[in-house]
């Protein structure tokens, strides 16, 4: 009896399963950054220690831009793996510490597939597609960060509801602030279908402090969420530099070039 309790206690017990954070960066306004805070998150992340993946749900490919990878020599896209003709193994890559999963214009086909087969098994449930191919790789990761269409699509669906967590990038000017609220009814809409999809905040992007209007836009926008506690605006404020277009340009993401963004990361760290 001694022997069998001493055996029992020489049991180890096992580690709990540790699942990623899933952060879209998502607006319905195009041009905010979305991929440039995406692309300098991760590699802030990366920098930190942080195992972290990108996965492109849009289907301009720009993930793949930044990163330096032709996106037309993509054999298989993340694309393929929505539709159910790969696993996210498949078409894993890397590049400067990031696994990167990659998409290009063959994402613009998914609408038209899945809704065409929406009475198919496979498609039984079509806003869930990314969701369900993350749990191939949710434990291997600390972060997996979404880059999304600015449409209200498929994809964009997908996207948002496959994160624990949003992002939404604002530039200080009016359309894309009106893309912040829209992109905000678009979170609350979901989640009157059940959804847990955190706000984690509003960051302010390419923000040029010799004009007027951003400055006067930004205190607005941080006056109108301040008496919303739900939503946080970042203090972290990502100015407009030309240093980040040539990084993303080059395709070369060196978060040395872009000290505010390393602090948006450590903001993000704190909260999140």
């Given amino acids: 009896m001694a022997k069998g309790i001493k055996h029992l206690k020489s049991i180890k017990p096992e580690k709990p399963v540790k699942f990623a ?31 972290t993946a990108i ?50 214009n063959s ?18 449930a079509p806003n869930y597609l990314l969701k369900n191919a993350i749990g191939q790789i949710i434990t291997r990761y600390d972060y997996i960060l979404i880059d999304t269409s600015p449409s209200n699509d498929l994809q964009t669906m997908n996207s948002l ?14 359309l894309a602030i009106d893309g912040v609220y829209d992109t905000i009814n678009l979170i609350k809409r979901i989640r009157e279908q059940g959804a847990k999809t955190n706000i984690l ?17 930004l205190q607005d926008l941080r006056k109108h969420f301040a008496e919303n506690p739900d939503i946080k605006v970042f203090d972290t404020v990502i100015k407009r ?18 000290p505010e963004y390393l602090s948006f990361v450590k903001e993000v760290l704190d909260i999140a």
Avoid at 39 to 50: F, I, K, P, Q, R
Avoid at 107 to 124: E, G
Avoid at 242 to 255: C, D, K, T, Y
Wanted: charge should be neutral; glycine fraction near 10%.
């Fill in 201 to 217: 905040g509003i960051l302010p992007t390419m923000v040029q402090d010799y004009t007027n209007l951003h400055n006067v836009m």
């Fill in 241 to 258: 530099a030309i240093r980040h277009g040539l990084a993303q340009s080059h395709g070369e993401p060196n978060i040395k070039n872009a």
């Fill in 21 to 51: 954070r899933v952060i879209a960066v998502a607006s319905q306004k195009g041009g905010v950054g979305k991929t440039a805070t995406v692309t300098n998150m991760a590699v802030g992340l990366v920098s930190l220690g942080y195992k």
């Fill in 107 to 124: 994402l613009s086909d998914l609408s038209a597939i899945v809704m065409a087969h929406t009475n198919d098994r496979r498609f039984s």
């Fill in 55 to 104: 996965i492109d749900m849009d289907a301009q490919g720009h993930i793949a831009f930044s990163f330096g990878i032709k996106k037309d020599g993509l054999i298989k896209t993340i694309y393929e793996v929505l539709i159910g003709e790969a696993k996210l193994n498949d078409i894993k890559q890397n590049a400067f510490g990031v696994d990167l999963y990659l998409s290009n």
């Fill in 161 to 174: 509801l496959a994160a624990t967590d949003i992002i939404i990038p604002a530039l200080p000017e009016g």
